[in-house]
């Protein structure tokens, strides 16, 4: 029997390279998704099919030297081979991937293809995965298989997510807090329809970065690190560690401010933060590039917006936007016109809603 799942991919409102620190982050699941179609095999393959590829891919579940071929199998195999080595065993299937997240736009399309081919993997294997083991399966595939260190903020999200809600997690528990959206706003989703190279390599410099900051100041993580003890010990920081490391340790406390005063329906302190927080990651993390900064600029000019910012790791990509409902459709129109007008590109522009997250679809 073909059994049918679903992952949503999606958008951070504030706490940006914050994840692999320990930290806050404060994204929400948005409604762009990825589908999967799963028919259990006899046998002990696996094999991909996408609507997006031309070519379909097998692998066995009992190779040990099983090694990722730089393609977007890479993200399936990965989270299957960890699922059956770590107490899942799975069976084999045949999996189709379908889909509507943008890709390489910074919005999860690869955490939405992990966490629905990894619950559909192990539906069909008759395992029942809590949401969390989803995620963490997931980051280890992404780390270990696809050899991306991020953090676990995009599979914590897809598989967590809440309607009209954005999630409130503490990278260090896991414990996290559903925060309902007030209903006069729209999460507005502007991609610049830009990709800079080496975003990969320099994602993982950041990183390094960071857990040197850390190691230098004598501290596990720099989630340690209040902000008193770093004015007293930046000083002893080279230039470059000290700026990623003030970005963080201010991001962190940030955005812990930003979910407590949109829990008290406070938009435009939330959005005051929101520009602060795309300052930062401008100038002190400098992962964002001219695109982003020209369309957060443009969208701050316009009425009923409360904050703007880039979103996701940076060097291109999309911003998040909360803007009040009535002004969105001149927001569109306006932004799209004036962006298209400095740059030559023409952006898209998602209005997006705040979804649930992976879940059967099997009708
Ligand atoms: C990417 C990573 C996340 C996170 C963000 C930056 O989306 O996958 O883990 O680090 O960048 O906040």
Not at 283 to 289: G, I, L, R, T
């Given at each position: 029997m073909t059994r049918s799942f679903s992952a949503p991919g999606r958008v951070n409102l504030i706490g940006e390279h914050t994840d692999y620190n320990e930290g806050f982050v404060f994204p929400a699941a948005i409604d762009f998704s990825t589908t999967v179609e799963i028919t259990p095999r006899p046998d002990r393959t696996v094999e991909l099919a996408s609507e997006h590829y031309p070519d379909t891919f097998s692998f066995p579940l009992d190779d040990p030297d099983a090694k990722p071929r730089h393609s977007w199998t890479d993200y399936p195999q990965g989270v299957a081979l960890v699922l059956h080595h770590s107490g899942y065993p799975l069976t084999g299937a045949s999996l189709f991937i379908r889909g509507n997240v943008p890709v390489g736009a910074g919005l999860s399309s690869s955490a939405a293809l992990e966490v629905s081919c990894g619950l559909a993997l192990a539906a069909v294997s008759g395992h029942t995965l809590s949401r969390l083991d989803l995620a963490k399966a997931c980051l280890q595939a992404e780390n270990e298989f696809v050899g991306m260190r991020c953090g676990i903020m995009d599979q914590f999200v897809s598989a967590h997510g809440c309607e009209d809600s954005a999630i409130l997690l503490?990278?260090?528990?896991?414990e996290y807090r559903v925060v309902r959206l007030p209903a006069s706003v729209r999460l507005v989703i502007c991609n610049t329809m830009v990709k800079h190279q080496l975003a990969g390599s320099a994602y993982n410099e950041r990183r390094q970065d960071c857990e040197a900051a850390a190691r230098q100041m004598g501290l596990?993580?720099?989630?340690?690190?209040?902000a008193p003890m770093f004015t007293e010990s930046a000083g002893a920081l080279p230039a470059r560690i000290r700026l990623r490391a003030q970005h963080v340790i201010q991001e962190i406390e940030r955005t812990e401010r930003a979910a407590d005063v949109l829990m008290m329906g406070d938009l435009t302190l939330f959005g005051r933060y929101m520009y602060e927080s795309h300052e930062s990651l401008r100038?002190?993390?400098?992962?964002?590039?001219a695109e982003l900064d020209l369309m957060v600029e443009l969208a701050r000019a316009r009425p009923g917006v409360f904050g703007a910012r880039m979103t996701g790791a940076g060097f291109g990509g999309c911003t998040i936007n909360l803007v009040d409902a009535p002004h969105v459709n001149q927001f569109r129109r306006e932004v799209a016109a004036a962006y298209h007008e400095a740059t030559g590109i023409t952006p898209e522009i998602y209005v997006c809603r705040a979804v649930q997250g992976a879940h059967e679809i099997t009708t």
């Open positions: 503490d990278c260090r528990s896991l596990p993580s720099l989630r340690d690190v209040t100038d002190a993390y400098e992962v964002s590039c």
